[in-house]
């Protein structure tokens, strides 16, 4: 039988008990290899081009805005990216799937749910937050398309309907039907409050 080289990991700085659990939890898996640990926010995106990994571990807690996540996704394509954070909300969990990462899970989430994130992580698979249960039954985030994506990065950095439609290469209109989707799906209603919540 074929063996599988080990899926490489970075694991980017967390605070020193997530670190140490999740340091054990990958020495303790045979098919996975830590090649950088314990990397700050602005050192990632040199370790990601030195070390390559399949996997990449985020701090939710120490980026500044989504839009890191975006631009380490495009920076980097050959490493998925799995963010790891205190309780991060459904509609903060759909907006880091939607900027390139693969998924978004508590720092809570047992170690054997870790494993699995990263492992479907590194074949490109994402992981879905779990679905919450509410009062009519279970309900879980909606997650942004790829262009909804676009559209929201462009209104956070403060563009007009009509220069976001001259630079997507669409109407006015579908903008503003791009913008009331990300609106209801993120929980704002306001480009206002959409810019509070960078």
Known sequence: MLSRPPITIALA???DLVSRGLRALIDEDESLELVAFDVPLAEL???LSAHAPRVA?????SLRSAGEVRELHYAHPGTHLVVLGNRPT???SSQMLSFGATACLAKTTEGRDVLTAIHL???GLHVLPTMRSGHDGLVGPELLTPREADVLDLLQQGHSNGEIAASLHVSVETVRTHARHIY???GVRTRRELHARR
């Open 13 to 15: 700085r967390f605070e």
């Open 45 to 47: 995106p040199a370790a």
């Open 57 to 61: 571990i985020l701090n939710f807690g």
């Open 90 to 92: 459904p509609a903060e």
């Open 121 to 123: 992580a590194s074949r």
């Open 184 to 186: 209801r799906k993120l």
